[in-house]
């Protein structure tokens, strides 16, 4: 029998399904989403998201049945599938892929299936928010058995890596397959439209955007970024927060209401944009900053989006791919929830449009190698031996 693939995640999201789909060129794949089918609504965005790429093409796979009682990926037992074990078995698989392990099914199914076939994970969880309490070394001991149930770990970074390490996962067994990104979907020139969106925001071609793109949510920590703005009070400069979530009220009553109105001119807020739109808003910009205090900025793929897209990028030392991919060639990195640093670093940066602009082009050289494709030949590699 031919080796055979089966994929284990919870739902289809953009990130995965392209590899997916490359990894269904090169050897038979199956893959079984495990929160069941239909829309979900997004906890961070606060609202249904379905995204306008097509994320169920090009492989195959199955909706298993969730019979859990509060379904999601939020908690341990929002996803209980009492096909799962059936199911993958039918398929006969010569190994088995596992992103995550942080709910009932996928806890079970790594049990089940250790030592009868390779087991191979996949996560991006990092020791960034650990804190010396008796609570995380309870955790220390439950994580070192959770992967002792496994028998490879494709990890996403360098800080991953360590994660992997401090739980007892041997340095023969960690393989890297880079955190990645449809790199050339975002480079692709979208200048006209980047152009046209800047002038729907009133911005001249001489005026520097600084964006933020993703959920309002305290650990993004988008409330820091606006005090820092405001507070720097640049002329040439303008900020654009785009997304939805919890914190979308009340940084806009900040705006409305602390904020002198001179200054809220220059300070934008955009709906959630769908993935078709995305390259043109990071083409906009000239500054994409993550601010985030965590927890759980396991790594941040959106700043391998607006590097790929050109645009040089600002992160707290609380992103967990701030290590992997930002220098001073690409931008830089502030301590979290300092906001003297981030304005300090904010300052240096927008000092000059040409110097972003360059920082720009080194991002999207330094991120070529952060792919889909590469990710893929790290797997292929080991699940196709």
């Not at 097509?54 to 492989?59: A, Q």
């Not at 960034?128 to 990890?155: C, T």
């Not at 919890?246 to 209401?257: G, P, R, T």
């Not at 330094?366 to 790290?378: G, H, L, T």
């Amino acid at each position: 029998m031919s080796n055979r693939l089966a994929i284990v995640t919870t739902h289809p999201i953009q990130y995965y399904a392209p590899v997916f789909r490359l990894l269904a060129e090169k050897m038979p794949v199956k893959v079984f989403y495990t929160a069941g089918a239909g829309k979900k609504l997004d906890k961070g965005f606060g609202k249904n998201i379905e995204w306008d790429i097509p994320l169920l093409e090009g492989y195959d796979h199955q909706f298993l049945t969730n019979i859990a009682t509060d379904q999601g990926t939020h908690h341990f037992k929002g996803i209980i599938n009492t096909d799962a074990i059936s199911s993958i078995k039918a398929y006969q698989p010569t190994a088995i892929l596992v992103f995550g392990w942080s709910n009932h099914s996928h806890l079970k199914i790594l049990r089940h299936f250790k030592g009868k076939i390779p087991i191979y994970f996949r996560g991006d969880s990092t020791l960034l928010d650990q804190k010396q309490n008796i609570k995380n070394v309870l955790r220390s001991i439950f994580l070192s058995w959770v992967y002792r149930h496994i028998d490879y770990a494709f990890y996403t970074g360098s800080a991953n890596r360590q994660y992997y390490l401090k739980y007892g996962v041997p340095e023969k067994k960690l393989i890297f397959a880079p955190h990645a990104i449809d790199v050339r979907r975002f480079a692709e020139d979208r200048n006209e439209a980047a152009l046209a969106f800047r002038s729907s925001l009133g911005l001249s071609d001489s005026e520097i955007l600084i964006l933020f793109a993703g959920k309002l949510e305290p650990k993004k920590n988008p409330m820091l970024l606006l005090c820092a703005f405001v507070e720097i009070n640049l002329a040439n400069v303008h900020l654009l927060f785009v997304g939805n979530g919890v914190l979308e009220n009340e940084l806009k009553d900040h705006v409305k209401l602390q904020v002198p109105e001179i200054l809220a001119t220059k300070i934008h807020f955009s709906d959630f944009q769908n993935q078709s739109m995305m390259p043109v808003v990071y083409q906009a910009a000239n500054l994409y900053c993550l601010p985030s205090k965590g927890p759980g900025e396991t790594w941040g793929l959106a700043v391998n989006e607006a590097m790929a897209a050109g645009t040089a990028v600002l992160v707290s030392d609380k992103v967990g791919c701030s290590t992997d991919l930002v220098s001073t060639a690409v931008g830089a990195i502030f301590k979290s929830e300092d906001l003297a640093d981030l304005k300090q670093k904010l300052i240096i940066l927008t000092q000059s449009k040409s110097d972003l602009i360059d920082k720009g082009k080194n991002a999207a050289k330094a991120i070529q190698d952060w792919s889909f494709e590469r990710q893929v030949s790290a797997i292929l590699a080991y699940v196709n031996r």
